[in-house]
C-alpha cells in the first residue's frame, strides 16, 4: 500500500485546490472549445451525409449542458431529488422578459438583467427549499414536483397583463454591445446574430463549469457529498445541514437563472409553453445519463441528448420516415403514413435511459466514486490507492518523462484493474 | 457558511490546538472525581408507548473512560442518541462542560465538544478518507460559499492547513499512506479507525464510541483498546464507549454504568458492577445470580 502510494504522484491536496489537472484534460477542454469558437466558419461545409448540428442546436445543446450544471448541484452533489428544476429556468426567462422588454417598458441591458435573474432564481430556490427541505428522498422530489408545475401555471393565469399570459412576453431587448462596424452599430447577441449567440452561451458555460468545479472542490462541495451520501452522520460531523441543503438549492437555481434570462432574450420571446415538465425531466435524464455528481458528464450528456434530440433523429427521419409512410399510404396503416421519428424521441430517450440503467449505470463519465460503487471494486481492491483517474495522471506523467509504461510499473492491484 | 455561532477562538483556526495535542501529549490521567464534565439529569426517551430510556442519572468526570452497558434494547444507542442531538429527550436535562445541551441540534452539539462514532459504520461510503476526516473538520474552517467560488489566499491556505491535519489524523489512527481511498474501499478495520479519525477531526472534548469492536477479532480488538487508552493519554479526551465486549470494558474503564429496560440498574467500578447481583441478573437471568465469575 505505501508503495503504491510512494509512487503516485501525490496530489498534494485537496482535489481541484492543488491536483495537478491533467494537461490531457486541458487540451481536450481547450480544442472542443476552439472547435466551437470555429464551427459557426465551416459548418456549411459539411456534407448533408453527416448529420451535423446547425448553429440553434448547438446553442439549444450549451445551455441545456448549463442547466444540466446547475441540476447536478442539487441531484449530483447534494443528492436531493428535484422534479421541478424548470420553474427556475422559468422565473429566469420571465425575470429578463420582464426588465429588458416594451412589456413593462422597462430596458436595462442584459449585462445587467442576467444578475438579477441569477439572483431571483436563487432567492426561489431558498423560497421552495425552505419550507420542504425537512422532507427527505420520494416526498422532497414531490413538493418540488409540484413546484415545478404551478410556477408556469402562475405565469400563464396572473390576472390582467402581468405576465402576458399565453403570448407571453415579446420582444424580448436581446443582449447588445455597443460596438459599430461592418456589422452594424452594436454587435447583438441572439437569434438574429447566431454566430455571437453561440459564443455568449459557451462563455456562460465554461463560466458555469468554473463555478461547479470551484464549489464541488470546497467546504461546501464537501459537506454536500457529505449529505448525500448519510445525512444524519453529516450533521452529527458538524455539518448544519439546512443551511447547506438551501445553498445547494439556491445555487443550483441560480444557474437555472442564469440559462433562463439567456434563453429569453436568445429567443428574444418567452411563453409559458416553453416551461414545461418534461423540461424537467429532460434535465434530469441529462444528469443520470452523463454521471450523477460529475461535471464533465453533465455538459457531455447535454450535448449528447440534444445533438440525437435535434439534429440525429431528423437526420435519419429522412431516411426513415418516406418509406414508411409510403408504406402506410399503400397499406392504410395510419400509424405508418404520419410516422415521424424525431416526435417519439421521448420514448427513445426512455429506451436510451433503461439500456443505460441496466449497462452503464454510472453514466456516460461517471466520477470516480460512482465507477468504484456501481462497479463493485470491492474490499478486495482496498489497497488500490490509485483510482482510475490517478493512474491515468500516472500513466501521463511517466510518458511525459519519456518513460515507457508498462504493466509492471503499476502496482500489483492496478494491474489487475488494468483493462 | 453554516457557522452560527462566533468562533469560540478568534486568534487562529481551531486546527492549531489539535495539532498541538497530537504532537504533545498532555499530562497522563487528568484529575478525576469531583469534575464532572457530562452530567444527564432524570434523562426519559419515550417513543410513543415505548419508554426507550426512563430517568437516568448519569455523569462523566472529566479525563475518564466510561463505559455504557447493557443488554440488548436497553436504551444505551437511544441514549447516545438523546446526547449528540439525534432525539430529543422527552424529559430530562442532559448538561456538558458548564453547557445546557437538552434540545439542541446534532451539529450545534458537535461544537460544544463531543464526538461520535456509530454502531454501523456510518461513513461517507464514495468519499476518500481524506475528504471524510475533512467533512469532520467542516465546522472548524471557516470558507463560505462565495469565498469557495473566489477561492481567496486566506482559504487556500485554510484548504492546505485542513488538508495536512486530516493527513495528520489518519496517521494518529494509522491510516497513512490511504488518504485517497474510498472509504467504503478500506478493509473493515481501518473503516472503524476512519470513523475515529472522523470524530477526532470534529475536536471534541468528549467522544463517544458506539460499540468499537463489534466485528474485530481479539487481534484488532486489543489493537483499538490500547488506541482508546492513547486517546485519553496523547489527546486528553474523556471517552464514552458503549462495549458488548466485557474484555474490553473491564480492561480499559474506570468507571461502568449499566442500564436494562432503559433503566440504569448498577454504576462504578468495574469490579463493582462485575460483582453486582442485578447486573448478573440482567445479563445471565435470576438463576445464575449465584455463578458470579470472571465472564
Known sequence: ??????????????????????????????????????????????????????LNNLIVMSYYAILALGLNIVVGFAGLLDLGYVAFFAIGAYTAAFLSSPHFDIHLTWWIVVWVAVAIAALSGILLGAPTLRLRGDYLAIV???????????????????????????PIDPPTIPLAGPWGDQLSFSNSNLQLA?????????????????????????????????????????????????????????????????????????????????????????????????????????????????????????????????????????????????????????????????????????????????????????????????????????????????????????????? | MTDIRPDPDPSGPGSEQLREAVSTPTTGVPAQGSDPVFEARGVTKRFGGLLAVSEVDFTIPRGAIVSLIGPNGAGKTTFFNMITGLYRPTSGQIRFDGRDLTGLKPHEVVRAGIGRTFQNIRLFGNMSAVDNVLVGLHHRLKG?????????????????????????????????????????????????????????????????LDEPTAGMNPEETRRLTDFVRRLRSDLGLTVLLIEHDMQVVMGISDRVTVLDHGERIAEGSPDTVRRDARVIEAYLGSGAAAGVGTH
Not at chain 1, 501525490?10 to 477542454?29: D, F
Not at chain 1, 413546484?147 to 415579446?170: H, K, S, W
Not at chain 1, 483517474?389 to 509492471?408: N, Q
Open chain 1, 198 to 419: 453561440l459564443y455568449l452561451v459557451l462563455a456562460l458555460l465554461v463560466f458555469s463549469y468554473w463555478l461547479c468545479q470551484r464549489m464541488r472542490d470546497s467546504r461546501l462541495g464537501r459537506a454536500w457529498m457529505a449529505i448525500r451520501e448519510d445525512e444524519t452522520a453529516a450533521a452529527s460531523m458538524g455539518i448544519n445541514t439546512v443551511n447547506t441543503k438551501l445553498l445547494a438549492f439556491a445555487l443550483g437555481a441560480s444557474l437555472s437563472g442564469f440559462a433562463g434570462a439567456f434563453v429569453g432574450a436568445y429567443q428574444t420571446a418567452i411563453f409559458p409553453e416553453s416551461f414545461r415538465f418534461s423540461i424537467s425531466i429532460t434535465i434530469l435524464v441529462v444528469v443520470i445519463l452523463g454521471g450523477m455528481g460529475s461535471l464533465r458528464g453533465a455538459v457531455v450528456g447535454a450535448f449528447a441528448l440534444q445533438y440525437v434530440n435535434l439534429t440525429f433523429l431528423r437526420w435519419v427521419g429522412q431516411y426513415v420516415n418516406p418509406p414508411l409512410n409510403s408504406v402506410g399510404r399503400s397499406t392504410g396503416i395510419e400509424f405508418l403514413e404520419n410516422f415521424v421519428l424525431h416526435s417519439y424521441n421521448f420514448l427513445i430517450f426512455g429506451i436510451v435511459l433503461v439500456v443505460m440503467m441496466v449497462v452503464r449505470p454510472e453514466g456516460l463519465l461517471p466520477t470516480r466514486e460512482r465507477k468504484a460503487e456501481l462497479h463493485g471494486i470491492g474490499v478486495a481492491a482496498e489497497e488500490t490507492a490509485a483510482t482510475a483517474d490517478e493512474v491515468a495522471t500516472h500513466e501521463t506523467a511517466l510518458e511525459e518523462a519519456g518513460e515507457a509504461v508498462t504493466i509492471e510499473d503499476l502496482p500489483p492491484e492496478d494491474q489487475k484493474r488494468d483493462r
Open chain 2, 144 to 208: 463560505r460559499w462565495w469565498e469557495a467560488i473566489l477561492r481567496p489566499p486566506s482559504i487556500v491556505a485554510e484548504e492546505k492547513r485542513a488538508f495536512d491535519e486530516a493527513e495528520r489524523l489518519l496517521a494518529f489512527v494509522g491510516l497513512e499512506g490511504k488518504t485517497h481511498i474510498t472509504a467504503r474501499n478500506l478493509a473493515y478495520g481501518d473503516q472503524r479507525r476512519l470513523e475515529i479519525a472522523r470524530a477526532l477531526a470534529t475536536e471534541p472534548k468528549l467522544l463517544l
Open chain 1, 144 to 170: 418540488t414536483l409540484g413546484f415545478g408545475e404551478i410556477v408556469p401555471l402562475v405565469f400563464r393565469n396572473l390576472p390582467g397583463d402581468i405576465t402576458g399570459a399565453n403570448q407571453g412576453i415579446r
Open chain 1, 1 to 54: 500500500m505505501a508503495v503504491a502510494a510512494a509512487r503516485l504522484p501525490s496530489p498534494g491536496g485537496l482535489r481541484g485546490l492543488a491536483r495537478n489537472e491533467t494537461l490531457r484534460n486541458r487540451v481536450i477542454v481547450a480544442g472542443l472549445l476552439l472547435l466551437g469558437v470555429a464551427y459557426p466558419f465551416f459548418y456549411r461545409m459539411i456534407p448533408s451525409a453527416i448529420p451535423a448540428p446547425d
